[in-house]
C-alpha cells in the first residue's frame, strides 16, 4: 500500500511515507490515504504524521581491559567444542551488555548463532550449537566460582 523512505542519508532526516496504491488500488496522491479512519473520519482529512528516527538509544557495553573474563570464557569455549578460542570483537548493535556494565557487573556477548539473521525471517540455531554454548557457559562458571 505504500512505501518508507528514508531521510537524508546519514543525516538522520525524518522518515516520509509515500502513499502510491490506496485500498482497492486505488492511487493516491503522496502522503495521503483514501478510506475511513477513526470514528468514521476520512483518513485524508487528518493532518499528515511525521515519524522520526532519532538513532539507536543504546549505550556502549564494554569488559574492562584486562578483565578475566573473555581469557575464561575463550578457554571454555575452545574446550566445550574442541576448537580454537573465538575471536574478539565489537559490535555495533544494541543488548542488554550495557545495563550489566553500568551497574559494575563485567559482561560479554557469548552465544550460539549468527547475527548477520538474529531477529530476522530467517533466524535459526543449530541444536550444536546451543549444546557447545551451553557447555562452555558450565565451564565457565565452574572455573569462576567452583563447585560449592
Request: charged share 20%; with cysteine.
Given at each position: 500500500?505504500g512505501?518508507?523512505?528514508?531521510g537524508p542519508?546519514?543525516?538522520?532526516?525524518?522518515?516520509?511515507s509515500?502513499?502510491?496504491?490506496?485500498?482497492g488500488?486505488?492511487?493516491?496522491?503522496?502522503?495521503?490515504?483514501?478510506?475511513?479512519?477513526?470514528?468514521g473520519?476520512?483518513?485524508?482529512a487528518?493532518?499528515?504524521?511525521t515519524?522520526?528516527?532519532?538513532?539507536?538509544?543504546?549505550?556502549?557495553?564494554?569488559?574492562?581491559?584486562?578483565?578475566?573474563?573473555?581469557?575464561?570464557v575463550?578457554?571454555?569455549?575452545?574446550?566445550?567444542?574442541?576448537?580454537?578460542?573465538?575471536?574478539?570483537?565489537g559490535?555495533?548493535?544494541?543488548?542488554d551488555?550495557?545495563?550489566?556494565?553500568?551497574?559494575?557487573?563485567p559482561?560479554?556477548?557469548?552465544g550460539?548463532g549468527?547475527?548477520?539473521?538474529?531477529?530476522?525471517?530467517?533466524?535459526?540455531?543449530?541444536?550444536?550449537?546451543?549444546?557447545?554454548?551451553?557447555?562452555?557457559?558450565?565451564?565457565?562458571?565452574l572455573?569462576?566460582?567452583?563447585?560449592?
Open positions: 500500500m512505501q518508507q523512505r528514508a542519508a546519514g543525516r538522520g532526516g525524518p522518515v516520509r509515500t502513499a502510491r496504491r490506496g485500498p488500488g486505488r492511487a493516491c496522491r503522496a502522503g495521503t490515504v483514501r478510506g475511513r479512519g477513526v470514528r473520519r476520512p483518513l485524508a487528518r493532518p499528515p504524521a515519524v522520526t528516527w532519532p538513532g539507536g538509544q543504546f549505550a556502549s557495553g564494554m569488559l574492562p581491559e584486562g578483565h578475566p573474563l573473555a581469557d575464561t575463550g578457554a571454555a569455549h575452545a574446550d566445550a567444542t574442541g576448537g580454537g578460542v573465538p575471536r574478539r570483537r559490535a555495533t548493535y544494541g543488548s551488555l550495557r545495563h550489566y556494565t553500568d551497574a559494575g557487573i559482561a560479554l556477548q557469548y550460539p549468527d547475527i548477520a539473521v538474529a531477529h530476522s525471517a530467517r533466524e535459526h540455531v543449530s541444536v550444536r550449537e546451543v549444546v557447545e554454548t551451553a557447555r562452555a557457559l558450565v565451564l565457565t562458571v572455573r569462576t566460582v567452583g563447585t560449592k
